[in-house]
């Protein structure tokens, strides 16, 4: 890689990290570390995706709700809304909440000091975190030495290593400590380990008056870290060091989504050690040629380009966005491209197959009690950390999500069967290391948010987009059809009929909106929203079609769900020609709420919208407002890249690519120092859901036809992008320029990513299209003006 293509894959310093937002993440999927850089005193804050408070009996144990009411609650709630009686409708409904989820904690923290006697200050300072490596590196010079640190994350062997190299000897001292209660510790020269006792509860940060328990039945865990180095060993005093290479392993009692821990600390503590050692045996240089070429094995698959100012490129990357958001005189589209390729990295950073998915925070968080418990939020979050895993080629990286939809449709049948005396599975609005899958809210939380049976069915539709981008026969008939149908089978028990005949859903919420009563009241349920009904109807049609696939279509469950199907209300514009969010069009209570539920069959759905339905959706959009938290404008962002609406596309980015002061609060989106997307606080939906929603800008397939360039914003005057996957399983490659003010597709290539992809696929640039022959494999070059193959490349 040149050097000019170099500087569009690193995030740059020019100082050290003040705050946890400053700090620059590594991952492997299952061990993180958010790397400060301090000079004389690097510390780096570790996770461990397995480390969550609670156990599996945590849902049973936190629960208020009385299952016995639950049957008379519903009637109840059903009752009231009928005679249009919303507020009695949500009193019943609290009796069907309760409990939480529990928590994603931090796990250790790692401190390596230099001896500084005069207290020097450190000059020539920089640190930068190179995305194409996943290697972070600081240096500096103090007290007369030349100092480098370069530390990565590996996959293929699990560890965290840490290498400091100096110009002469420098005096080293370096320990453990942890948030979590110590159970033991030790250090000696050439090593150190400590084990630790998790809580068995956390209550979230809405129930503040309750305290976290550290209950015997929780899990355990140990970090082990052993050193290499070129100095004397002195016990008691500093190591005096020119290289200094630490090894450092997490373990905890985990064992798997939903079931119950195994073992105890020191188990996990030797099982650390082992893996310290089979590194450390490898020698650094393995370790880091192995983890460079893992993580190049899914980096390089897509790479995006951008044109931009050659002096930008040189800047520190807070500066870049600092420099974006003051006007026109600093546009930089190639941030833009950073931005991209960083929404990647921490995808797979995150989120690799024997790990967990990604929480609210991916795998970072610093805090014992976070934000949202830093939890599985599965009324949208959770899904856009996803929506890219088939677009920007990482399929791999759905991978833990598809073992925590499966968990959580083991555990929620039972759910299911006591809250609502129904088939199949059901999961809400939160959810956990232990599936997780009851209202919460103790019995006094705002419906709004605490009831919302629909989590499952949306998880649901991400095993299906998989189908989708080509996945194989054992995926569609061993992991996806169960689930498929155990959440039809919940949704035709929970479906009521309508008058009219029709069928729908009452009591019925939209995440997290409210609407007016005719009084004036805000209230959180109605009948129908039009997520529920989006949702169940697309479930619907995506269990046909894996149905047809594997031969079982006549399934009851199959055929119940294909009657079903025309009774439910297709999406419709209604109140001020906005898209109706509850099927009765109540008044809104909230213009410019962050939820765009309502808008779902638009995006990630594909119905497809008639003229009325797209202009209600466009409507309904510009109703919201565009500014609001990181993860809704990248949906926002989304949306409008569907709508195919450039000009307004580049009115969202804009709001994306500006900066996020740390101590910001309130609702709005932007950049913190290391690019983190704020809520605020930090979320990482709003990495990974920008993600998406370039990717819809550049390629879109969700109509059967490969559109290329359908939002590019202008300002994106020319460019070019590798590797974005189209259903049905096909890698795009498409090169464009400004041509007399308009953007032109200069280079096309489309390669059979998959053998479903292996087809005659219907490609479309602007208003013309072509019929391209895959079915033989290769890359397939194809004329920009003709849309005809032109022949094949290596």
Known sequence: MDPFQKAEHLLRAPAPAAHWLEAFPLGNGRLGAMVRGTPGDEHLQLNDGTAWSGGPGSEEATSTADPRLAPAALAAARAALARGDAPEAERQLMALQGGWSQAYLPFADLHVEIE????????????????????HEV????????????SFVSHPDGVLVLVLDADRPVSVRWRLASPLRVLGQEAHPSGAWLTVRLPSDMPPPHEPDLSPVWGEEALRGAVAARVVHDGEARPGRALRVRRFELVLATETTFTSIGRAPRGDAAGALTRAERRVARALGRGTAELAARHRQDHARLYDRVRLELDGPPEARALPTHERVLRAAAGPAGHDPSLAALLFAYGRYLAICSSRPGGLPSTLQGLWNDRLRPPWSSNYTINVNTEMNYWAAETADLGECLDPLVELVTALADRGRATARRLYGARGWVAHHNTDAWAFTSPVGRGHADPAWAFWPMGGVWLSWLLAERLRFGADERFARERAWPVLREAAAFCLDWLVRLPGGTLGTSPSTSPENHHLTPDGRHVAV?????????LISGLFTRLSDLAERLHLSGDPVVVAARAALPLIPAPSAGRDGLVREWLDDPPQAERGHRHLSHLLFAYPGDTPPDARLRAAVARSLDDRQDDSTGWSLAWKLALWARLREPARVSRLLGLVL???????????GGLYPNLFAAHPPFQIDGNLGYVAAVAEMLVQSHDDTITVLPAVPAEWRSGR??????????????????????????????????????????VRTGDREGLIDLSAGGRVVVDPGTLTAGGESA
Do not use: F, K
């Open 116 to 135: 500084n006697p005069g207290g020097a200050p450190a000059e020539g300072y920089g640190r930068q975190l190179d995305l194409s490596t996943a290697t």
């Open 721 to 762: 992008v590798r590797g974005i996957v189209a259903r049905p399983g096909v890698s795009v490659d498409v090169a464009w320029d400004t041509v007399a003010g308009r953007i032109t597709v200069t280079e096309l290539a489309l390669t059979a990513r998959r053998p479903a992809g292996r087809a005659r696929v219907v």
């Open 526 to 534: 109605g009948r129908s929203a039009t997520m529920d009904l989006t």
């Open 658 to 668: 500006r900066p996020a002061p740390v101590e910001q609060a309130g609702e709005r």
């Open 139 to 150: 240096s500096y010079r103090l007290a007369g030495a030349a100092l480098r640190w370069t």
